[in-house]
Nanobody
Framework: QVQLVESGGGLVQPGGSLRLSCAAS????????MAWYRQGPGMQRELVAQ???????HYVDSVKGRFTISRDNAKNTGLLQMNSLKPEDTAVYYC??????????????WGQGTRVTVSS
């Protein structure tokens, strides 16, 4: 059984920063791509940032220059550093990972989500 657990969400003022963490646990052999998605009020879930196993990154245009995705492969952890936050960044943020289990099966896993609210 594999689980992704996010942490680090909360309420922050515009211009502030938050760091989200995603910890993968369970019967893990390897993790390829990790990503962060978000779903704002009344919005569809969108990809925010993605990082491959070798560290290549991709960002949605709206967060480029403000958000940084990273990962610690030794700890099976993904991070999303969010700076210069704007009210439009308000959403539930979800961690996503493609994980090969010790049984050799490859599956896509989602975390439960962590809420980020940017408001004065």
């Amino acid at each position: 059984q594999v689980q992704l657990v996010e942490s680090g969400g909360g309420l922050v003022q515009p211009g502030g920063s938050l760091r989200l963490s995603c910890a993968a646990s369970g019967s893990i052999f390897s993790i390829s791509a990790m990503a962060w998605y978000r779903q704002g009020p009344g919005m569809q879930r969108e990809l925010v940032a993605q990082i491959t196993s070798i560290g290549s990154t991709h960002y949605v245009d709206s967060v480029k220059g403000r958000f940084t995705i990273s990962r610690d492969n030794a700890k099976n952890t993904g991070l999303l550093q969010m700076n210069s936050l704007k009210p439009e960044d308000t959403a539930v943020y979800y961690c996503n990972a493609v994980i090969t289990g010790r049984d050799g099966n490859v599956n896509v896993y989602w975390g439960q989500g962590t809420r980020v609210t940017v408001s004065s």
